[in-house]
């Protein structure tokens, strides 16, 4: 009945999000009856006039009133974190075999691209029940990427890359809103998100046009920007090579040891000086403002596919 004033739950996330507002509902439902019994009970037994007793209550119980409410109030506030924060922390981060689709967000459009370098505006298909991985990055200021039907919404930063994940569980046609106001047109950015059957999905991907992949694009950048004169495994310039590097434990010169992950390449070609590695000069320059955040996106995907590959695994 509830549900019926409830946008469509399209998602995992979605599911839960919701339970946990049903039941927050019902929890202040049950605390709003209870105060509620009380103020009328007690404006009928203390009315003007009635014999009621109106002595004071006896310390003890009191003192154990007090302690029993408030240790209660407690347990059961620290329990809605606790489902809260672990149904959030379980949805959003994608498992590794979900497929990675790269958002970037502009005013005012979202363009999205799949891993096979199909590319779409104000628009992204998905395939039903399958994890799917968000990479998202800004162009230009803060938006947020908000599917109300998922409950899903993460802001999106310029010089930032931001993951969120979801797995859809319904076909059809959801909105896609900026959730963050961003200029003029904020309030017409937007598009639709389509969940597709899996196999209408990958007939639909086949069908798009070819182009090239982020990392493709990410290679000839690599080339044309000159990242190869140094960084190439070739290269006698003391750079740090970047085959294996991605996903690996790097040592810092400052003493620190940080993953490189995606976050930790796009800093790396953002802010060189920040995090230098140990045993190299800190020569690389700063591409703040060279590069466009697609170009960053693309060239962090080229070097994702310079990882070593793990046994077992297949080379990229
Ligand atoms: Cu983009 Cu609001």
């Not at 290269?235 to 620190?256: I, N, Q």
Request: glycine residues 6%; neutral net charge.
């Amino acid at each position: 009945m509830l549900s019926a004033l409830m946008p469509v739950e399209a998602s995992e996330q979605a599911a839960q999000t919701d339970h946990l507002f049903y039941m927050l509902l019902a929890l202040s439902a049950v605390i709003l009856l209870l105060v509620l019994v009380l103020v009328v009970t007690f404006s009928i037994r203390y009315r003007r006039g009635s014999p009621a007793p109106r002595g004071k209550l006896p310390e003890a119980i009191t003192r154990e009133f007090e302690i029993g409410w408030t240790s209660a109030t407690f347990f059961v506030a620290v329990f809605i974190f606790w489902w809260a924060a672990s149904g959030q922390m379980g949805t959003l981060a994608a498992p590794p075999n979900a497929i990675e689709i790269h958002v970037v967000a502009k005013q005012w459009m979202w363009k999205t691209q799949h891993a096979n370098g199909a590319r779409e505006i104000d628009e992204l298909h998905v395939p039903v029940d399958t994890p799917v991985r968000l990479v998202m990055t800004s162009q230009d200021v803060i938006h947020s990427f908000f599917v109300p039907a998922f409950r899903l919404k993460q802001d999106v930063l310029p010089n930032r890359t931001v993951q969120t994940g979801f797995r859809a569980t319904k076909t059809g046609v959801y909105h896609l809103l900026c959730a963050e106001f961003c200029g003029t047109d904020h309030s017409r950015m937007g598009g639709r998100v389509v969940v597709m059957e899996k196999d209408a999905f990958a007939r639909w991907l086949s069908a798009q046009p070819e182009a090239d992949t982020l990392a493709d694009e990410g290679r000839a950048l690599f080339v044309s920007r000159g990242c190869a004169a140094c960084h190439a495994d070739a290269s006698r310039v003391a750079a740090p090579k970047l085959t294996g590097v991605y996903g690996s434990r790097v040592k810092l010169a400052d003493g620190r040891t940080v993953e490189a992950d995606e976050a930790y390449l796009r800093d790396s070609i953002l802010q060189p000086g920040r995090d230098v590695v140990a045993g190299y000069q800190p020569i690389m320059p700063s591409y703040a403002g060279v590069l466009s955040q697609a170009d960053v996106q693309s060239l962090v995907a080229y070097i994702r596919t310079l990882a070593a590959p793990k046994s077992g695994e297949p080379a990229p």
